[in-house]
Nanobody, 122 residues
C-alpha cells in the first residue's frame, strides 16, 4: 500500500510564500516522476510542476519564475516552494506519483494525495 501525505497549505496574502511538502510511504523502492497539480473551483485539474528521479523539472507557464519544485529521494518527498503568490494561485493542490518501483520489483502507477488548500487573498 502506497500513501501520499501532503502538508503546508494555508491562507496567505498576495505576494507571500508557502512551501508544500508531500511524503510517500509504503513498500517503495524508487519513485520516477513526482508532481504537483492544482484544481480551482469550477476548473479542471492542471499540472503545476513535476520532477523526475534525475531532477529534470517542468513547470506550467503561469508559475515559472515563482514556484520551485524539488525532491529528496532518500525521504521519498517532493516539495513545492511557492513565492510571489497571486490570488489566481488559489486552489486545492494535489501531489502525484506517476510511476514507482515497489520493493517486490513490481510497478505501481498514478498515486494521489488527499489535497491541501492554498488560499491567496488580495
Amino acid at each position: 500500500q502506497v500513501q501520499l501525505v501532503e502538508s503546508g497549505g494555508g491562507l496567505v496574502q498576495a505576494g507571500g510564500s508557502l512551501r508544500l511538502s508531500c511524503a510517500a510511504s509504503g513498500s517503495i523502492f524508487s519513485i520516477y516522476t513526482m508532481g504537483w497539480y492544482r484544481q480551482a473551483p469550477g476548473k479542471q485539474r492542471e499540472l503545476v510542476a513535476d520532477i523526475t528521479n534525475t531532477f529534470s523539472t517542468d513547470y506550467a507557464d503561469s508559475v515559472k519564475g515563482r514556484f520551485t519544485i524539488s525532491r529528496d529521494n532518500a525521504k521519498n518527498t517532493v516539495y513545492l516552494q511557492m513565492n510571489s503568490l497571486k490570488p489566481e494561485d488559489t486552489a486545492v493542490y494535489y501531489c502525484n506519483v506517476n510511476r514507482l518501483l515497489k520493493k517486490d520489483y513490481s510497478f505501481g502507477y498514478d498515486y494521489w494525495g488527499q489535497g491541501t488548500q492554498v488560499t491567496v487573498s488580495s
